[in-house]
């Protein structure tokens, strides 16, 4: 499949999961069960992209060994926990990457 | 002054807050996209079309991982599934609208403007309301695609020692920040990172962010339904 086709596809599929619930469903069809479930989903995908990202190398073996990024999403998560904060987050995750990796 | 345009501009105005995280994400994404291998065109392109971060993000980390084509379209349905929930809460508020405008509000409904304007519709109930969730996706369109461009731009200056994929899974986490505090969230997150993290070479055609989405939200249901009964 070509570069944009898959970004053609990419996009409808992101369009259609937005558009179809305002378009077709009325608002009985979805049950509080549903609801509650629907909103792990955030708790359920990221992960899935953070921790291969941090844990594995490029080649997809495990790295855990002189790691910084282990000890940086860690202080970060500590501090997106204390701050409540997205900026926070990620700017103290990025700072103390790049202390590990550029000072010690 | 006329009251769309009132609504609009309130609209514009309680969304500009939560611009500040979406300013270094654009930046991200159009570094990383060119960085992978993307023309700044079909950079652009992306920003444009399929136009939310976590979707262009997941496209970008399978594309690059060597994924198939249809991995990475049900990934990025699996990781927009969230946006399922959205519309249905804020349908009940749309449904009198044209189908024009429903197009219209379906492109600019991300996680930004839902948050705030869902909270407008709670507490107005004025015929004009959806020009709040208008106003609001028209200003996380616009800082996307300027930070996206301003990435494209700067990517040709940035050295890779500075190791800015890094940033993708510092966002991911930073996202997930209200999470951390509730313990059947921590679970699932747990759950999810161990199951792609360890699936990550043994799951056929890269589909790991599938298999660890589907095992967490199981987990989540079954949790949830425990902690009922414990009530």
Not at chain 2, 22 to 38: E, M, N, R, T, Y
Not at chain 2, 116 to 133: G, P, Q, V
Not at chain 2, 144 to 164: D, N, R, S
């Amino acid at each position: 499949m070509s570069n944009w086709l898959l970004i053609i596809y990419c996009g409808l599929i992101t369009f259609l999961t937005r558009f179809s619930m305002i378009a077709l469903l009325k608002k009985e069809m979805f049950n509080d069960r549903i609801r509650e479930i629907l909103s792990f989903v955030p708790s359920a995908i990221f992960p899935a992209i953070i921790f291969p990202a941090i844990f594995l190398d490029n080649s997809g073996d495990f790295q855990l060994e002189n790691n910084p990024k282990i000890m940086a999403a860690i202080i970060a998560m500590l501090i997106g926990i204390i701050s409540q904060n997205i900026i926070a987050t990620i700017i103290s995750g990025l700072a103390s990457y790049w202390f590990l990796i550029f000072m010690v | 002054m006329d009251n769309k345009f009132r609504v609009f501009l309130k609209g514009i105005f309680d969304v500009s807050l939560l611009m500040i995280p979406v300013v270094p994400f654009g930046l991200i994404f159009g570094v990383l996209s060119i960085d992978i291998g993307f023309s700044p065109i079909e950079t652009m392109g992306m920003s444009l079309i399929v136009f939310g971060g976590a979707s262009q993000i997941v496209l970008l980390q399978l594309f690059s991982g060597g994924a198939s084509s249809l991995v990475i379209i049900s990934s990025v349905g699996a990781v927009n599934s969230r946006h399922l929930l959205y519309g249905a809460v804020v349908s009940e508020h749309l449904s009198d609208l044209k189908l024009i405008w429903k197009i219209v509000i379906s492109y600019f409904l991300v996680d930004q403007a839902f948050a705030r304007s869902n909270e407008y519709f709670k507490k107005n109930k004025d015929k004009d309301k959806y020009f709040h969730l208008f106003g609001g996706g028209i200003t996380c369109w616009v800082i996307w695609q300027t930070t996206t461009f301003l990435g494209i731009v700067l990517g040709a200056f940035i050295p890779e020692k500075l190791g800015l994929s890094f940033a993708v899974p510092l966002t991911f986490l930073a996202l997930l920040v209200n999470d951390f505090r509730k313990l059947i969230n921590v679970i699932v997150i747990i759950i999810s990172g161990l199951v792609a993290t360890f699936g990550f070479n043994y799951v056929p055609y890269k589909a790991y962010v599938i298999v660890a989405g589907v095992t967490a939200l199981l987990t989540a249901a079954i949790l949830t339904k425990l902690n009922k009964k414990n009530e």
